[in-house]
């Protein structure tokens, strides 16, 4: 059944021949495709851990509203702990033998001057102070790959959207680059997929017909997808107010693949008779009535109207009421 305004690319173009007449001529209409659109985000973005450990913190669940580079939880690896502070304490004993090699290094200079040592213990005791330094500038670089690992075990929202799953509890066991949540983001859309032998057919902004739980309302065929999936389009629709409470949900959805030419006729021309529908023409200002085949209903601007499938020819004359 069609009902739309917006079935038809144009107005039905009957031609008014006298008073209670009209003239039939084709008029064309879009041929709609029935079929199913799913509601989903546009980006399902999954927000990982970084490092491995346990989880000791999540701060979210289902359904949650998140910001970007919002803390979502915890991971804690012990184990860096104990990589930190034996670094620290290495860090202790290589500072305490530069304590010495420098003590060392201005008592050879004192005793270089005198000709105590010779010039070549003093160079020695010059390359085990660079040593040290060295050493100790390796610890600490080391050390802080050890805390900056530490501190990736917070993880923080990829975007702003929701979150759609968690797929982990506290206190479980994390590896890293394990998902911890999943963020719908880039906003919600109703997502179709489409025959392909329908692509050709398919235009950017075109109008949708959309049923949701009863309730009837219009789309905009916002983005074309170019890579088919699996035989099928995919294609991404904008609607009004679209109820967005549950993510992958479906809602039958109707989508124009092609036009077609039709014959209409007003629909209080139309009389039935013995389960029979009848249409009366005028031939040589003779009226006749003619027995008809329907099909299905039109609403346009000009008003209701039926597609006569057999029965009638462009160019004759029918009598309204």
Avoid: C
């Avoid at 620290?88 to 000709?115: I, M, N, W």
């Avoid at 029979?276 to 085949?293: K, L, Q, T």
Wanted: a neutral charge; hydrophobic letters at 45%.
């Amino acid at each position: 059944m069609i009902r739309a305004p917006l079935l038809a690319i144009g107005l039905f173009s009957a031609t008014i021949a006298s008073a209670g007449t009209v003239i039939i001529v084709p008029t064309t209409l879009v041929e709609w495709k029935a079929v199913y659109g799913t509601i989903e985000a546009r980006n399902t973005i999954p927000a990982r851990a970084r490092i491995g450990g346990v989880l000791t913190r999540l701060n979210v669940s289902e359904g949650d509203q998140v910001k970007a580079g919002q803390k979502l939880a915890i991971v804690r690896d012990d184990k860096l702990a104990f990589q930190i502070a034996a670094l620290e304490a290495q860090l202790r004993g290589l500072q305490s033998q530069l304590d010495t090699a420098q003590t060392e290094l201005e008592r050879g200079q004192a005793l270089v001057e005198k000709g105590v040592i010779t010039s070549q213990r003093l160079d020695q005791l010059r390359t085990e102070v660079n040593i040290l330094h060295n050493q100790i500038s390796g610890a600490e670089a080391q050390r802080s790959v050890i805390v900056q690992q530490s501190a990736e075990g917070e993880v923080f929202a990829p975007t702003d959207g929701r979150v759609l799953t968690v797929p982990v509890t506290r206190d479980a066991v994390i590896m890293a680059g394990e998902t911890i949540a999943n963020i719908g983001g880039g906003g919600i859309f109703l997502r179709l997929a489409i025959p392909e032998r329908h692509a050709a057919m398919l235009e950017q902004d075109a109008i949708i017909q959309i049923n949701a739980a009863g309730t009837k309302s219009t789309g905009r065929l916002a983005k074309i997808y170019p890579q088919i999936e699996n035989g099928r389009v995919i294609a991404d629709v904008e609607v009004d107010q679209l109820n967005t409470r549950f993510v992958n949900s479906r809602v039958l959805v109707e989508v124009p693949v092609g036009q077609r030419s039709a014959l209409l006729v007003p629909q209080d021309a139309i009389s039935t008779r013995s389960g029979v529908d009848f249409i009366a023409i005028s031939e040589n200002n003779v009226r006749r009535d003619r027995a008809v085949m329907l099909g299905e209903s039109v609403t346009l601007d000009s008003g209701k109207f039926v597609e006569v499938l057999t029965g009638l020819v462009p160019g004759d004359v029918v009598i309204t009421p």
